[in-house]
């Protein structure tokens, strides 16, 4: 996608984020998450629920409130859905 100049936003960010948490790659998916952060596009609620539903399927509950945490910290309040 960059090498056509395309720069990805935060839904292709998002949809690969949970395509790998999905499938248990929590690896790719941190690695995901830091390129998205280090080139200033700003997670949202979704990014945070893929990272912590995938953490949590593997029994990471550590890295689940990690998330979690740092959801809180920016000012995102959980809802019904978390």
Do not use: W
């Not at 984020?17 to 995901?32: N, P, R, S, T, V």
């Not at 990272?51 to 910290?73: C, S």
């Amino acid at each position: 996608m960059e090498s056509q100049s395309l720069v990805p936003d935060v839904l292709t960010y998002i949809l690969l984020l949970y395509g790998f948490c999905q499938h248990g790659k929590m690896q790719d998916a941190e690695h995901i998450f830091r390129k998205m952060t280090q080139r200033d596009v700003k997670p949202d609620k979704s990014t945070y629920t893929s990272l912590m539903d995938g953490y949590v399927a593997q029994d990471n509950l550590k890295e689940a409130f990690r998330y979690h945490d740092e959801m809180l910290q920016i000012g995102f309040v959980p809802d019904d859905n978390f």
